[in-house]
């Protein structure tokens, strides 16, 4: 099939600006598996973002779970960028209608000190690296109709990126062992969704060492004052017009987001 880039672009910049979801873009404007051709779409969007002054300020890694992976029939993880204009203040209210079929998913946020360059990078590089980590809720969205999506419409998709939400109790790495940092996303006060840094990528350090080197091998690397989140510790979960969430992740706090219940 012929590889369409810019037509793939195109639908994925209107359903953004309609709020009215595209077909899924495999088989149709990309081929099955073409995960290359995916980042090229990306890379569109990341220039157009760039040119309305949307400033980068980091990355964020998903399918970062065996569930997650096997659900998209990969092996491996992904990755998407972060703009400032995707940053919402803790427990702020996000208009719900800036969105179009938003999930919320608790993680970790590391908050980078130094440039991470090498595509070699060592656990001591990452340790040195990073300034502080935080809790973050990450809210996922997706431009594909009814969230029906392989690897590459994801990939194309910014990595199903929304909005992110970061924690106010920064914490030293060395402080916290993220491996076996219990999670709890709860919903109006009961939970809805338990987990542990374990269940990403065995620890959310492994998915950031993941992260720089796959970024470092493509020209564009981490950079000091970026900040990376780590892919989810537990299972997604759809947002409900006028939900309060809160995510609690052991030895590092909690961090809350809202949303409104219609039109802003």
Known sequence: MTVDIEAA??????????????????????????????????????????GRGERRVG??????????????GVHQPDFGLLTHVMAV??????PIDRLIQPRVEAEVAFVLGRDLPEERVTTVDLIGAVDHVLPAIE????????????????????????????????????????RLAGMVLEHAGEPVSVGAGAACMGSPLNALHW?????????????????VLSGSLGPVVPVVPGGAYEARISGLGSVRTCFSKGLS
């Open 59 to 72: 990355a964020k890694i998903g399918l970062t779970s065996r569930a997650a992976q096997d659900s998209l």
């Open 139 to 178: 809210i996922v969205d997706s431009r594909i109709a009814g969230w029906d999506i392989s690897i590459v419409d994801t990939v194309a998709d910014n990595a199903s990126s929304g909005m992110y939400v970061l924690g106010s109790t920064p914490r030293r790495l060395a402080d916290v062992d993220l």
């Open 9 to 50: 672009n195109r639908e994925l910049a209107e359903a953004r600006t309609s709020g009215k979801p595209c077909a899924p873009l495999r088989g149709r404007l990309l081929p099955e598996g073409d995960v290359e051709s995916a980042y090229r779409v990306q890379q569109l969007q990341a220039r157009a973002w760039q």
């Open 211 to 227: 992260l720089a080197g796959t970024l470092a091998r493509a020209g564009d690397p981490l950079r000091a004052g970026d900040v």
């Open 89 to 94: 203040g803790d427990g702020v209210e996000v």
